[in-house]
């Protein structure tokens, strides 16, 4: 496989599966001498935590699971900074439920990775919750996300990630309150929306279906410069981090696919001088041009499917003897989430971030002095 | 820098800048043994070259530069073959008309690369033609391209991109006609609506403004397992690919926004069986799932930004004595494209080529036997 | 740092302090379908195990800290098999004696890495017992090469290593008996031999010094092919995973340096027919030509170099205010090893299989079928 | 193959064949702005040059291959500095006499790597002069170094290699003199034993035979602190460079393989303080210590095989039908070298100039601040 690390400087490695005996990173690469807080890594955890919203009680829209979430640190933190050798970060599974997914062995949900994955790897799969394509994967990526946040802090970065669609109910542009993102179970910048979402969300619950919405991240602070054209482009590594996953089905930056139906004229972002720096009198490109930060506010969006899990029999396929294939109908049971736009926003905040300090970090380089 | 290579086992590394001596690129990775035409390669940087449409005439649609772009390789092919040594193209550039960029030394044409560039290489830059931003990059990629399709071509895999919106018009989702796209200079599947485009790119070429659009790429033939989790996903490195392509904004797979607005139920591609593998009854998905491909066709859109070349004074900045910005008009003269997608549209399947080789390659190692 | 991962496609990345939490790695690229035994694992780290010789005894030579090296298994394995997801193996430390290292703190032992730590980390380190530099870090080699070797079995490639000399001592050329390795407390093929070289370390130990010597290792029944040319080659990679591993000074592969004295006439490989296939004469080479294994058996040594920790008072500086430095005299308390020769084969044992596992899996894409 | 990139930051990708169109290579990663100079590219080339000797008259020692290895640089450097991208640098082959090597084309030469690139790449090889295998690929090596070296010039680090040892005779360690080096033509930092040295390899060359030798390489200037543990070691990375390169047997640094019969008392370096800085008494490490550089002199040697070309008739295996093998003699004609060290002290220099490059750039982000 090979494919589980990210970034090049600032490198992080996942492991783990849904229901095995822990999940986590190493985090290779964060400079020597960076405070880091374990109760802010602990804290970046729980809120990406199933079974728990944003508000902090027990949420109807997420997943019943109750995991601890507890993030124990092994290696590269001394004395409250890091030692600039790798980090490593683990969770331990404890609320597992195997037997929970005994019917699902060699029958593939609709929608989910199931069949992809047990015929890339031979039938060799951990089925249970998803094994590694599980949800479950993305708290690793939060815990190195946080390392990469605390390292972004420093440099006055800021990142923010919040529902802007959910079921179909889409927030006002010009009614965004970031103080409210946290303040409702859909980490939506606007409670009243937010109220609606939630309803049109409990009808489609019951109905055994599920919906989809879409992300929006906004990168305040950005220095001029990040991004290394020209195939490891800022945003070109953002749309791959986003990309990455699960359930996550487009990406566009700036003005993005709206950009298609625009003139130059209207697109353009004019500058002009302020206290001898160059600004952006707009930001139709979304903070990046030609693969690189321009000191503009980074925005991008994300579309997240409809939770693949449904109560609704499906129709699919069983594999048998012989690798052959059989119909079968399966009916999906267990609690899950309705829409995972509020359990993403964490996970978008901490790819962006992992993306950025890698490029922080690279960018350093460039330039002869 | 360092970012300019893609991929890993099948692995591309590219330089050049719009008016340097030359582009090109290093290939390294190609399978030992494959044949490889050099009509081939011409025939994919013929169809990129600009100054001429996908129809073969000179096209007003397109800008004026007129190069051969005549690709010679100096090393890695053998009595037709790949000999498993890396693999360098190169093409000369020999009609640079580098006097017309003298007022773009300092100033910044907006919705360029210029001004990020310029600050994050501390004022090193190549300004002529934009340098390593221009477009003339992307033929490095058609020619790595083609070597990586023609290695797909042996194993049945076939790309097709298009033009499905130019101009504001769009194509009926039920009316691509695949034989039509090389008919019309827009590589639009419908010659009929590609007439309608081209009246509205010429209108807006007259009030001296651009367009954009949105191109949509299928595959068909791809087998089932390519992607590595969680990072290297398929749709993670599609996603890479095309943003890392100049004026892409937007990337989205299957059903891509639009899933953000359905229900599981209708999102989910419910599976069946036939002759004993396994089929899906829908392609939402967009022919990946958990990040592997899913035996499906793969499908997948970008949004392209109307060409910031505009013939509109724009404010700017101009970069004076110590690195201090001041106010600027920009008049840009010149030829350039009103709408890039039927330039892009090569671009695009060269490195949706070149992603399918790689994860074709490394998909070589994940099964033990 | 970022310097911790070790291969592309079989692919390690380790993490872990002498006196931190634990130590461990992920094991990224292990073929899916591969049967790996948690007996085998534990075996190879209880081999490695400090305190306890090759003979099963509470050992002289070595190191007194003992610690049970317990590996457990987070992910990647599931019913006896990989799954091709990433392995994550961990062990926790439990015998540390953290107090013992208070005076080191700011004063730095000759011969080790704590100045040139200190000073790159801007004097954020773990000083604990040596802290990353320690040679507990190789546990976590051990334990990925236990599954590389695991997978190289299934192949018919046995690698084997051993002490060929130590402290002055060298076993004759003709004398080798492999299955004497395990069977002396110096890992060395010749237990008379062992024996001289168990007393002359023992005199070391008395005078409060310390021993250096060569360690060989040969691999049999590597295929033809492994090596990727031309910075990847097999002994390049070889070369870089020993003197990867701390103490060691040198590496040569077959004849080595003394085919620096040799000639042409004598240094070549002739090469006949057998059976219809191509075999050699004979083996000046060691296996690797053109930086590819050729068929004949991949021979190599290493020079290990005395263990720095020795009991005389040494020469040495201190950090002190202000990152200025102060002389110092050092004296080392506790226990340590003499010779490190007979802890280091298995090390090398596991960077040789972690090499192999790497290229045989790159070694699957290079040719066209 | 896709192993013919070194380097993660100041990344180089060589391409090119003995007798193909050109070889070259892309260096990524160079800093912007660094002032790059084409007579000392040029110059570094023409060291390397074959048939002509260090002291730039042609050379009985050398081969007769005449090429004037002309480098061209086509992107990356606009105004005489970096730009930061990719740096391609071609040198067109315009010498081959092709037809020399039709015996060779199933024929394999012993001590040479044909027999593993024909096995290893399915018999698609480019047979003639060695193809990608020749010492010719050096060259594109020469190119990159001498950019890598432009650049730690500039931080005041100086490499010299020279040939401590050729045909059986050793310079004595106390009689080197560096401003010797290029006055002869072994490359010898002393003529009166190159004069030696040559006497020898002429009654070698009469006997049709060849030698082989050692070169030592030392690096003043050095900072403290290059080199990425525990992996990307310094010492490790130079190891592998050296091994990448043909002809090299083996790699030891500081007292190498002598430190394997040497104490721990007479072996560590004692250190002291100078001024307020830390500085060492001795130089037993080769100036790395724990993977890191110390400030001291980094001092390591290589062996150097025989050449493998000689002129007495071989035995070897030709490769027939359906892949079998037959028994062969070979005698191979033409003009060779008889002893390759003068030719690989560039190299030499070269490769560590990329590897030091390479880990000052990533030293650049170890640190916070």
Same mark, same amino acid.
């Given at each position: 496989?090979?494919?589980?690390?990210?970034?090049?400087?600032?490198?992080?490695?996942?492991?783990?599966?849904?229901?095995?005996?822990?999940?986590?990173?190493?985090?290779?690469?964060?400079?020597?001498?960076?405070? $880091?807080?374990?109760?802010?890594?602990?804290?970046?955890?729980?809120?990406?935590?199933?079974?728990?919203?944003?508000?902090?009680?027990?949420?109807?829209?997420?997943?019943?699971?109750?995991?601890?979430?507890?993030?124990?640190?092994?290696?590269?933190?001394?004395?409250?900074?890091?030692?600039?050798?790798?980090?490593?970060?683990?969770?331990?599974?404890?609320?597992?439920?195997?037997?929970?997914?005994?019917?699902?062995?060699?029958?593939?949900?609709?929608?989910?990775?199931?069949?992809?994955?047990?015929?890339?790897?031979?039938?060799?799969?951990?089925?249970?919750?998803?094994?590694?394509?599980?949800?479950?994967?993305?708290?690793?990526?939060?815990?190195?996300?946080?390392?990469?946040?605390?390292?972004?802090?420093?440099?006055?970065?800021?990142?923010?990630?919040?529902?802007?669609?959910?079921?179909?109910?889409?927030?006002?542009?010009?009614?965004?309150?970031?103080?409210?993102?946290?303040?409702?179970?859909?980490?939506?910048?606007?409670?009243? $929306?937010?109220?609606?979402?939630?309803?049109?969300?409990?009808?489609?619950?019951?109905?055994?279906?599920?919906?989809?919405? $879409?992300?929006?991240?906004?990168?305040?602070?950005?220095?001029?410069?990040?991004?290394?054209?020209?195939?490891?482009?800022?945003?070109?590594?953002?749309?791959?981090?986003?990309?990455?996953?699960?359930?996550?089905?487009?990406?566009?930056?700036?003005?993005?696919?709206?950009?298609?139906?625009?003139?130059?004229?209207?697109?353009?972002?004019?500058?002009?001088?302020?206290?001898?720096?160059?600004?952006?009198?707009?930001?139709?490109?979304?903070?990046?041009?030609?693969?690189?930060?321009?000191?503009?506010?980074?925005?991008?969006? $994300?579309?997240?499917?409809?939770?693949?899990?449904?109560?609704?029999?499906?129709?699919?396929?069983?594999?048998?003897?012989?690798?052959?294939?059989?119909?079968?109908?399966?009916?999906?049971?267990?609690?899950?989430?309705?829409?995972?736009?509020?359990?993403?926003?964490?996970?978008?905040?901490?790819?962006?971030?992992?993306?950025?300090?890698?490029?922080?970090?690279?960018?350093?380089?460039?330039?002869?002095?």
């Amino acid at each position: 496989m090979s494919g589980n690390t990210f970034g090049s400087l600032f490198k992080v490695t996942t492991f783990g599966e849904s229901h095995g005996e822990a999940l986590g990173c190493i985090v290779d690469g964060c400079p020597a001498g960076l405070p $880091i807080s374990l109760e802010k890594l602990q804290k970046a955890l729980d809120r990406r935590r199933p079974g728990v919203g944003a508000d902090g009680k027990l949420n109807a829209s997420v997943t019943a699971r109750t995991e601890s979430d507890k993030a124990e640190v092994l290696s590269g933190i001394f004395e409250g900074k890091a030692t600039g050798t790798p980090i490593a970060i683990e969770v331990r599974n404890t609320s597992q439920h195997s037997s929970d997914y005994g019917n699902l062995v060699n029958t593939f949900r609709p929608g989910h990775a199931d069949y992809a994955y047990d015929f890339k790897y031979g039938g060799n799969r951990d089925y249970r919750g998803g094994g590694r394509s599980s949800g479950r994967e993305t708290l690793a990526r939060v815990a190195a996300g946080s390392i990469a946040n605390q390292f972004l802090e420093t440099k006055g970065i800021k990142i923010t990630a919040y529902t802007i669609k959910a079921a179909g109910i889409q927030v006002p542009a010009d009614s965004y309150d970031f103080s409210q993102i946290e303040q409702n179970n859909l980490r939506c910048p606007n409670n009243q $929306i937010a109220e609606l979402m939630n309803q049109k969300i409990e009808e489609i619950r019951k109905a055994g279906d599920s919906a989809g919405g $879409i992300i929006e991240c906004v990168v305040e602070g950005c220095p001029v410069g990040l991004g290394e054209p020209v195939f490891d482009k800022l945003d070109a590594e953002l749309a791959k981090a986003m990309l990455s996953i699960g359930a996550v089905k487009g990406f566009e930056i700036g003005d993005g696919f709206a950009a298609a139906d625009s003139f130059g004229s209207s697109n353009n972002d004019s500058m002009y001088e302020k206290n001898g720096r160059a600004e952006f009198s707009s930001n139709h490109s979304g903070g990046v041009l030609g693969g690189i930060s321009n000191g503009n506010k980074i925005v991008f969006r $994300i579309a997240v499917k409809p939770v693949p899990s449904i109560f609704k029999p499906q129709n699919t396929v069983s594999r048998g003897e012989n690798n052959s294939y059989e119909n079968a109908e399966l009916q999906i049971k267990g609690r899950h989430d309705v829409c995972l736009c509020p359990r993403i926003v964490p996970v978008v905040e901490a790819m962006t971030a992992i993306v950025l300090a890698d490029l922080y970090l690279r960018n350093q380089s460039v330039l002869f002095n």
